[in-house]
C-alpha cells in the first residue's frame, strides 16, 4: 500500500533538487516518443546539445529566445509570489511592444540616448497598465485576476490586429498587417557583431538580480511576500494589502512589457501579430520551474529556450517534429509540481500487517 | 495474553494496560521536543498530559499518532483482545487502525462540507460506487446517544460553532472505532460550560472503556476530569502522579520547576480617557462581528474586562478596535483625536497594541521567521529599514533580545514563525506588541492555549502596561480571567454593552445569559 503523509518541514535541498530533476526525468520521459518517432533518443539529445552549445551562433540564438522568457519569467515570479495570478503576460507583451512601436518608428526622431530610454520606459508602462487594469478590478469588485488577466489577452490581440491594420501600420508595407520599424536609434545595441544576441539579455540580467535583492532584502519585497503568504496577517499588521498588490502588478505588467519591447525593439525591429510564440505563457512554466525566485527565472528560462533551440535543430538535423520542444516543457512543468507535492508530503511505501484501513 | 509483570514500573503492567509509550525522542534540529519518554495509559482511564508551552506534548501525541517519525522509542497498543502489539510508527493509517484516534490542537475539518462527510471523509474508499450513507449516518447516530455528543450532522461546519465543531472532531474519531482517543487542548477555544459538557460526555465514554489521553493548560478541569496526570518539562516527562493526590500548587510546581509568582496588583485611580467610542455600530456578517450602538471609554491605568458568552459581537468589537473593519455608524477616538480613517496601520500609529483572537491566522505570517514576525508592524522605524531596505543584522540581533526578554522558545529567530508551539506564538505577539508600549492595548483572549507560566505572564505584563498609564481592553470568555485583571468590567451581549458595575461572579453570569434587564 502506499500511503501520503504530510512533511514536518521540507528539506532546503529541495529547491534546487526538484527543478532540476525534473528537468531531468522531463527529457527522460520525452525520449519515449522519440523512440516511437523512430529516433535514437541520444543521437536525438546529443543534437539538441549541439544545437544549443556546437557553435557560438548557436549558443548566442539560445541566449536570444531566452530574453523575452526571462522577462515573462520575472513578471510571473513576482506577481505570484504575492498570489497575484498574472496569467496575461501574454497581452502585457503586446501592450509593450505597441507602445515600443508607437513611438519608436518615426514620431519622435530624436537622439537615441533619449529615444531608447523613452521607448523602454513607455513599454513598460503600457504593460504595466495592462496588469494594474485587472488589479484594479480584483481589489475593487472581487474579480478574479486568472479569469480577467487570461480574457484581456485575447481582446489585446485583437486590439494588436486593429491596429496594425489602422494607425500602426506601416504604410510602405503594401496592406501587410505590421508596424513601421523601429528608428536604428531606438534600437536595443546587438551585443556580438553577427548575432541577433542584443542587450535585452543585459537588462533582463540585471532586473532578476535587482528582483532577487528587492523581495529578500527591502520593506516593498517583505510586504511583498507577507501578502502572499498570509494576507489576513499583512492585513492586521497593517500592511496596505491593496497597495502592494497594485505595486507587483505594475512591475509584473512593467516587465511583461519589457519582454515586448526587447522582442521588437533588440530583435525584429518591427512588430506583427505573431511576435511572441506565447512567451507570456511560457514565462509562467518558467516561473514555476524557477520557484518563483527571480535568479531561479534567469536558470529556468536559459534551460527552457535550450530545449526550444535545440529541439529545432535536432528536428531539421533528424526529420523529427520539433513539437518535441513543447512535450519537455510541459513535463517539466508537470514534474514541477509533482515534485513541489513531495516537498509538502511524503509518500510511503508500507509493508507492514499493522496498517488496516 | 501478556501481562506477566516484568521489572519494577511506576504502574504495573496489569492486562488492562491499552497504551504503552517506551522511550520515545525527537529532535528537531537542535531542539529536543522530547526525550526519553515513557507513559502508561489503562482501560477506561483519563490521563491528563501537562506541561509549559513548548514542552513538547503535542510532539508526544503525534508519535503517538504517527505523524512524526520517533527518533528512538516504540508504541504499543492493545488490540481488541487486550493484548498488546507494537505499532508501526510513523504511520496514522496504522494508529487509526489499531484504535487510536486523535484530536487535533487546530481543527483540521473542512469547512464546508456538513458534519456527515467530514466524520465519514478518509475512512471509505475515495472512488467508491455507492456509498452506504444511510449505514454511517445510523452509526453516528448511535455514537452520539451513548456518548450525548450533540452536533448537527446536516449544516456545513462553516456554520457550527467552536464547540459543535470540537464535538464533530471527536465523533469523527469515535466513528473510526477509537478505543483510545487524544485530545489536544480540546477546551482551548470552548466556553467553561461547553468544556464541562464536554468531560461529561467524556466520562460517559469511558464507562464504555474508552481511554482518553487529553493536554490542558485549565488546571481546574485537569483536576476536575482526570484520573492521573503526566508533566512534561523540556520535552522530558519530570512527574506522574494521581488526580486524587495533586492539587494546583504541587502541579505548577512540577511543570514549571519553581513555584509560580502571584500576580501583584496595584490599586491605581483611574486616569484620563484613551479611547473613546461613541454610537458605534457594525454590521457584521455573523451575530459575532455585529455591533449595535456602541459606547464605551477605557481611561488610562485601567484595565477593562469584556465578559461574554462567546459569539455576542466580541469579533466585531475587536474589529473595529484593531482598524479592519469600518463602523457603520458612530466615532472612535484616542486620545481625544477622533481618527478619520479607520485602518489597521491607523491603529498602529495612533499607539494601539493589537493582540488578536486568532494568533495563526491573523497573528502571524508562519511561513516567514520569527524575526520578520517580530518587525512586521514597524516596517516605517528607522530601526528596521534604511531607504527602504531591511536592517537584516539589526532585525536580527533585536528580535533575539525581544525573544530572550519575552521568553519566545523554539528554534530561533531566524527560523518559520510556524514552527513555534502555540504558547510561543502568543508570546512573539506579546514582544511585538508590549515592545512599542502601547497607549491602549487590546487583548482578545490573550491567555488561550497558554499554560499557567505564561498566562501569568501575560497578566503581568497587562497590568504593567496598565501602571505604565496605558488603557487595556481585555475581551475574554474566561470570566475568572477578567474578574483577576480587570479594573472595570462590561457584558457583551447581542452586540451591545453593559456596564456590570460589580465584580461579583453570579451577577455578571446573569447578565452574560441575559437574565437581568
Ligand atoms: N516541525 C517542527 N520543527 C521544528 N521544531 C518543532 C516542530 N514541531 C515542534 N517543534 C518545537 O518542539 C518544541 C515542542 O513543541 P510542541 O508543539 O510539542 O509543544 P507543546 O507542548 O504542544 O506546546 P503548546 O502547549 O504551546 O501547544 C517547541 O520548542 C517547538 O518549537
Ligand atoms: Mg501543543
Redesign the interface.
Known amino acids: 500500500m502506499i500511503?501520503i503523509?504530510?512533511r514536518?518541514?521540507t528539506p532546503r535541498a529541495f529547491a534546487v533538487g526538484i527543478p532540476v530533476l525534473s528537468a531531468i526525468v522531463a527529457l527522460a520521459l520525452a525520449a519515449i516518443p522519440l523512440i516511437f518517432a523512430g529516433a535514437n533518443p541520444i543521437v536525438a539529445y546529443g543534437e539538441m546539445f549541439k544545437g544549443v552549445f556546437g557553435s557560438l551562433f548557436a549558443f548566442s540564438e539560445m541566449l536570444t529566445r531566452a530574453t523575452p522568457l526571462m522577462f515573462t519569467g520575472l513578471a510571473a515570479a513576482l506577481a505570484f509570489r504575492a498570489k497575484l495570478w498574472n496569467i496575461g503576460a501574454e497581452g502585457q507583451l503586446y501592450l509593450g511592444a505597441m507602445a515600443a512601436v508607437a513611438i519608436g518608428s518615426g514620431v519622435l526622431d530624436i537622439s537615441g540616448v533619449v529615444l531608447l530610454p523613452l521607448i523602454i520606459v513607455c513599454g513598460a508602462a503600457a504593460g504595466a497598465v495592462g496588469m494594474a487594469a485587472p488589479t484594479y478590478l480584483k481589489v475593487r469588485f472581487g474579480a478574479d485576476e486568472v479569469v480577467t488577466t487570461l480574457l484581456l489577452n485575447f481582446i489585446i490581440l485583437i486590439f494588436l490586429q486593429m491596429m496594425l491594420e489602422g494607425p500602426l501600420q506601416d504604410p510602405m508595407s503594401l496592406g501587410w498587417p505590421q508596424s513601421a520599424p523601429v528608428l536604428d536609434q531606438g534600437m536595443l545595441p546587438p551585443l556580438m557583431e553577427r548575432m541577433r544576441v542584443h542587450s535585452g539579455l543585459i537588462l533582463a540580467l540585471v532586473l532578476a538580480g535587482v528582483a532577487q535583492f528587492m523581495l529578500a532584502?527591502?520593506?516593498?519585497g517583505?510586504?511583498l511576500?507577507?501578502v502572499g503568504?498570509?494576507v489576513?496577517?499583512?492585513?492586521?499588521?497593517?500592511?496596505?494589502v491593496k497597495r502592494s498588490l497594485f505595486g507587483v502588478a505594475v512591475i509584473s505588467g512593467g516587465l511583461a512589457g519589457l519582454a515586448g519591447v526587447s522582442e521588437v525593439a533588440g530583435l525584429k525591429g518591427y512588430l506583427t501579430a505573431d511576435l511572441s510564440p506565447g512567451f507570456g505563457y511560457t514565462g509562467i512554466v518558467v516561473a514555476m520551474l524557477a520557484g518563483l525566485s527571480p535568479v531561479g527565472v534567469v536558470v529556468a528560462a536559459l534551460f527552457i529556450a535550450s530545449v526550444f533551440v535545440g529541439a529545432d535543430s535536432m528536428s531539421r538535423a533528424m526529420g523529427v517534429s520539433s513539437f518535441l520542444a513543447d512535450l519537455v516543457v510541459s513535463m517539466s512543468l508537470l514534474c514541477v509540481l509533482i515534485g513541489g507535492f513531495l516537498a509538502k508530503y511524503r509518500i510511503?511505501r508500507?509493508n507492514?500487517a499493522?496498517?488496516?484501513? | 495474553m501478556t501481562g506477566l509483570a516484568n521489572g519494577p514500573a511506576p504502574f504495573p503492567m496489569t492486562d488492562s494496560t491499552v497504551l504503552k509509550l517506551t522511550g520515545l525522542s525527537k529532535r528537531f534540529g537542535s531542539v529536543v521536543a522530547n526525550d526519553d519518554v515513557s507513559l502508561t495509559l489503562k482501560k477506561g482511564e483519563v490521563l491528563a498530559l501537562l506541561g509549559e508551552n513548548g514542552a513538547g506534548k503535542t510532539t508526544l501525541m503525534n508519535m503517538l499518532f504517527g505523524h512524526y517519525l520517533p527518533d528512538a522509542g516504540s508504541v504499543d497498543v492493545a488490540d481488541e483482545e487486550g493484548t498488546l502489539r507494537a505499532l508501526p510508527l510513523g504511520h496514522p493509517q496504522a494508529a487509526l487502525g489499531a484504535g487510536v484516534g486523535m484530536v487535533h490542537q487546530h481543527f483540521t475539518l473542512a469547512e464546508n462540507l456538513n458534519a456527515l462527510d467530514n466524520i465519514t471523509l478518509g475512512s471509505e474508499p475515495l472512488f467508491a460506487l455507492k456509498r452506504d450513507r444511510a449505514a454511517a449516518r445510523r452509526k453516528i447516530e448511535g455514537i452520539i446517544e451513548r456518548s450525548g455528543l450533540n452536533a448537527p450532522l446536516n449544516v456545513p461546519v462553516g456554520r457550527l460553532t467552536v464547540g459543535e465543531r470540537q464535538r464533530v472532531e471527536i465523533l469523527k474519531a469515535l466513528y473510526r472505532d477509537a478505543r483510545i482517543l487524544v485530545l489536544d487542548e480540546p477546551t482551548a477555544v470552548l466556553t467553561p460550560q461547553e468544556a464541562d459538557t464536554l468531560f461529561e460526555n467524556i466520562q460517559a465514554m469511558t464507562q464504555d472503556g474508552l481511554s482518553v489521553i487529553f493536554i490542558s493548560h485549565k488546571l481546574r478541569e485537569v483536576l476536575a476530569f482526570s484520573d492521573r496526570i503526566a508533566v512534561l518539562r523540556h520535552g522530558r516527562k519530570v512527574g506522574e502522579m494521581a488526580t486524587s493526590e495533586a492539587d494546583e500548587t504541587s502541579i505548577a510546581r512540577m511543570m514549571v520547576g519553581a513555584d509560580t509568582p502571584k500576580v501583584a496588583r496595584a490599586e491605581l485611580a483611574p486616569g484620563k480617557p484613551v479611547m473613546q467610542l461613541a454610537g458605534i455600530s457594525v454590521a457584521g456578517r455573523s451575530k459575532r462581528d455585529t455591533l449595535k450602538d456602541v459606547d464605551l471609554t477605557v481611561n488610562a491605568h485601567e484595565i477593562l474586562g469584556v465578559a461574554g458568552i462567546s459569539g455576542n459581537g466580541q469579533g466585531g468589537l475587536a474589529r473595529v478596535i484593531s482598524g479592519l473593519v469600518h463602523p457603520s455608524a458612530g466615532r472612535i477616538s484616542i486620545d481625544d483625536r477622533p481618527i478619520a480613517k479607520l485602518s489597521p496601520a491607523a491603529m498602529v500609529k495612533a499607539g494601539i497594541g493589537r493582540i488578536p483572537e486568532d494568533r495563526h491566522h491573523e497573528g502571524i505570517v508562519g511561513s516567514m521567521s520569527v524575526a520578520e514576525n517580530m518587525v512586521i508592524e514597524r516596517l516605517d522605524d528607522p530601526e528596521v529599514q534604511r531607504f527602504g531596505l531591511l536592517r537584516h543584522d539589526e532585525i536580527r540581533s533585536h528580535s533575539e533580545e525581544l525573544a530572550q526578554e519575552y521568553d519566545v522558545r523554539g528554534p530561533g529567530v531566524t527560523a518559520s514563525a510556524r514552527l513555534l508551539s502555540g504558547g510561543n506564538i502568543q508570546k512573539l505577539i506579546l514582544a511585538r506588541v508590549f515592545e512599542r508600549a502601547p497607549r491602549l492595548i487590546l487583548a482578545n483572549q490573550p491567555t488561550r492555549g497558554l499554560d499557567m507560566g505564561a498566562a501569568a505572564e501575560v497578566g503581568r505584563r497587562l497590568l504593567e502596561a496598565r501602571e505604565r498609564g496605558a488603557g487595556v481592553v481585555l475581551i475574554s470568555e474566561d470570566l475568572d480571567e477578567i474578574l483577576g485583571l480587570a479594573d472595570r468590567i462590561v457584558v457583551i451581549r447581542d452586540g451591545t454593552l453593559i456596564e456590570a458595575a460589580t465584580h461579583d461572579r453570579e451577577t455578571i453570569g446573569l447578565m452574560m445569559a441575559g437574565e437581568t434587564e
Do not use: L
Open positions: 500511503r503523509e504530510p514536518a518541514q532584502r527591502s520593506v516593498w517583505f510586504k511576500r507577507a503568504e498570509n489576513a496577517a499583512a492585513r492586521h499588521a497593517g500592511i496596505n510511503i508500507s507492514k499493522g496498517a488496516t484501513s
